[in-house]
């Protein structure tokens, strides 16, 4: 292409991009991060609300809430021991469990979680090790959900 008119199909394209949110790997790993928990409600019945940094960055709080009961139940069973995986090193992360106060985590022994409600998780962030802005994983038994940036 030359002159002018390479001009205008590059402006054209930089429009388009402007209008759609994006071009670039970003607008692409979003579009896939949107796939992916539309894939985690259908087959978990939950929908991730968030991967926050809590307590000075001590901790790390995973949010979540409920579609369907069932679906969801696994996510509350005390036999299933969650973990927060670091992308970036593979490092795991547990919830911690005092002694007074028990897993820093919301269970269910004979009932199912509530539909509409938002339910958390604390995983320990020792010395700080994950920060805002990285991807992380979570896992609790069979669910996984990959590619949650850190807020």
């Given at each position: 292409m030359s002159g002018r008119r390479g001009n205008y199909l590059?402006?054209?394209?930089?429009?388009?991009?402007?209008?759609?949110?994006?071009c670039g790997p970003k607008a692409v790993k979003d579009n896939g991060h949107k796939a992916a928990k539309a894939l985690i409600e259908e087959r978990w019945g939950v929908v991730v609300e968030g991967l926050r940094l809590v307590a000075a960055g001590y901790m790390v709080d995973f949010r979540y809430r409920v579609m369907d009961p069932e679906k969801?139940?696994?996510?509350?069973?005390?036999?299933?021991?969650?973990?927060?995986?670091?992308?970036a090193t593979?490092?795991?992360?547990?919830?911690?469990?005092?002694?007074?106060v028990g897993e820093l985590r919301q269970t269910a022994y004979n009932s199912l979680p509530g539909?509409?409600?938002t339910y958390s998780i604390f995983f320990a962030n020792p010395g700080r090790a994950v920060k805002k802005g990285e991807r992380a994983s979570v896992v609790i038994g069979g669910f996984t959900a990959e590619g949650l940036i850190i807020e």
């Open positions: 590059l402006a054209a394209f930089a429009l388009a991009c402007l209008l759609v949110g994006g969801a139940a696994l996510l509350q069973d005390p036999r299933e021991r969650p973990y927060l995986i670091d992308e593979g490092r795991a992360f547990a919830v911690p469990r005092p002694a007074k539909k509409g409600k």
